[in-house]
T-cell receptor, first 113, second 114 residues
Framework: GENVEQHPSTLSVQEGDSAVIKCTYS??????FPWYKQELGKGPQLIID?????GEKKDQRIAVTLNKTAKHFSLHITETQPEDSAVYFC????????????FGTGTRLQVTL | EAQVTQNPRYLITVTGKKLTVTCSQN?????MSWYRQDPGLGLRQIYY???????DKGDVPEGYKVSRKEKRNFPLILESPSPNQTSLYFC?????????????FGPGTRLTVL
């Protein structure tokens, strides 16, 4: 089955700096890679996703890049703000037959003033 | 408001005492799923359901049961809870599964089994 590794487990950045979270996956057939943000006391919420036919996707201050050859994808947050502080999860799935997402272990991002 | 609700939000119980965590969604989603979240392990799927009366095991189904008698409800049943089931549980739903649709997560249920 799919295995997703996520690094780092914790990340502290100053407000205004950029943050990068990296994930690797094992199943070369995986073709959909969402990122979820989990704020304290809440359930995860989808913030951006990318499909394997695209190398990069941006949405305002967040972007995701995908390297299919190396089987890794990354979340980039620019101009970080205190409200970006949360736990971020990456995930991977093969949309052809799979019915479940495989999640990474999460990254706790702390944006300090 | 479109949402996934879970009850209770917090529960402390003792080993062996059967319990049910309810999950309900008001978005007419076909796919529903249960996850548990543990420190350092991320989110792991317990069971999922593609539609009414259709359920299947996820990665960690041992010690859990589910049922899907109605489209909107997907309760998680622990027949004989044990301390290793102490965890944070999330229910999620989507239109047709995580393959193509966004999963919407509930607020979570923090379960402690003594």
């Amino acid at each position: 089955g799919e295995n997703v590794e996520q690094h780092p487990s914790t990340l502290s950045v100053q407000e205004g700096d950029s943050a990068v979270i990296k994930c690797t996956y094992s199943d070369s057939a995986s073709n959909y890679f969402p990122w979820y943000k989990q704020e304290l006391g809440k359930g995860p919420q989808l913030i951006i996703d990318i499909r394997s036919n695209v190398g990069e996707k941006k949405d305002q201050r967040i972007a995701v890049t995908l390297n299919k050859t190396a089987k890794h994808f990354s979340l980039h947050i620019t101009e970080t703000q205190p409200e970006d502080s949360a736990v971020y999860f990456c995930a991977a799935i093969y949309t052809g037959t799979a019915s479940k997402l495989t999640f990474g272990t999460g990254t706790r991002l702390q944006v300090t003033l | 408001e479109a949402q996934v609700t879970q009850n209770p939000r917090y529960l402390i119980t003792v080993t062996g005492k059967k319990l049910t965590v309810t999950c309900s969604q008001n978005m007419n989603h076909e796919y529903m799923s249960w996850y548990r979240q543990d420190p350092g392990l991320g989110l792991r799927q317990i069971y999922y359901s593609m539609n009414v009366e259709v359920t299947d095991k996820g990665d960690v189904p041992e010690g859990y049961k589910v049922s899907r008698k109605e489209k909107r409800n997907f309760p998680l049943i622990l027949e004989s809870p044990s301390p290793n089931q102490t965890s944070l549980y999330f229910c999620a739903s989507s239109f047709s599964g995580p393959r193509a649709d966004t999963q919407y997560f509930g607020p979570g249920t923090r379960l402690t089994v003594l």
